[in-house]
Antibody, heavy 122, light 107 residues
Framework: EVQLVESGGGLVKPGGSLRLSCAAS????????MNWVRQAPGKGLEWVSS????????YYADSVKGRFTISRDNAKNSLYLQMNSLRAEDTAVYYC???????????????WGQGTLVTVSS | DIQMTQSPSSLSASVGDRVTITCRAS??????LNWYQQKPGKAPKLLIY???SLQSGVPSRFSGSGSGTDFTLTISSLQPEDFATYYC?????????FGPGTKVDIK
């Protein structure tokens, strides 16, 4: 069974940092691109970042570029999101999501974790 | 960046109704369009990918169509478990934007 479990969320002050983790199991993690998607309280979904299976390709939303860093450790079946210079508007539930597409087929997110809440407040 | 819009933003419907949600991209995205369902407090669930491909395990009452800039999600006969918020997402660009969502609630 595919499982994605996020951790690392919590309360942080503006300007602070936080590192989120996503532990993957039930599939060959090293074969899949992975993503972070967030959802502010009462708001819609916002794609944050993606990383290819071998970390060769990394992309960020404009809203987090230069502040957030996505990475992965295929030996540990884990995905990470290092968040620096946090702002109140970064407050959200952060989900990790798997992308099963390959070979140029359209990307889509077929499995999602349960999410971890990040609150940025003084 | 590619912007996504959805209409309506919300709708009220009854069990058994046929429901149609529209998604529009700010530029052509071919068939690189996905649909997700989200219930309160839960993670999103993939329904349709590549505009019209039904994700495994998703009931056949859900269908998707469209290409280019205009897309549609149709629920042929609304069931009680279908009351939720629906999001479209484009994957044509490496910046994979979502639409603002359409909330479907009970009339």
């Amino acid at each position: 069974e595919v499982q994605l479990v996020e951790s690392g969320g919590g309360l942080v002050k503006p300007g602070g940092s936080l590192r989120l983790s996503c532990a993957a199991s039930g599939f060959t993690f090293s074969s899949y691109s992975m993503n972070w998607v967030r959802q502010a309280p009462g708001k819609g979904l916002e794609w944050v970042s993606s990383i290819s299976s071998s970390s060769s390709y990394i992309y960020y939303a404009d809203s987090v570029k230069g502040r957030f860093t996505i990475s992965r450790d295929n030996a540990k079946n884990s995905l990470y999101l290092q968040m620096n210079s946090l702002r109140a508007e970064d407050t959200a539930v952060y989900y990790c999501a798997r992308d099963p597409s390959s070979g140029g087929s359209p990307a889509h997110f077929d499995y999602w974790g349960q999410g971890t809440l990040v609150t940025v407040s003084s | 960046d590619i912007q996504m819009t959805q209409s309506p933003s919300s709708l009220s419907a009854s069990v058994g109704d046929r429901v149609t949600i529209t998604c529009r991209a700010s530029q052509s995205i071919s068939s690189y369009l996905n649909w997700y369902q989200q219930k309160p407090g839960k993670a999103p669930k993939l329904l349709i990918y590549a505009a019209s491909s039904l994700q495994s395990g998703v009931p056949s009452r859900f269908s998707g169509s469209g290409s280019g800039t205009d897309f549609t999600l149709t629920i042929s006969s609304l069931q009680p478990e279908d009351f939720a918020t629906y999001y479209c997402q484009q994957s044509y660009s490496t910046l994979r934007t979502f639409g603002p969502g359409t909330k479907v609630d009970i009339k």
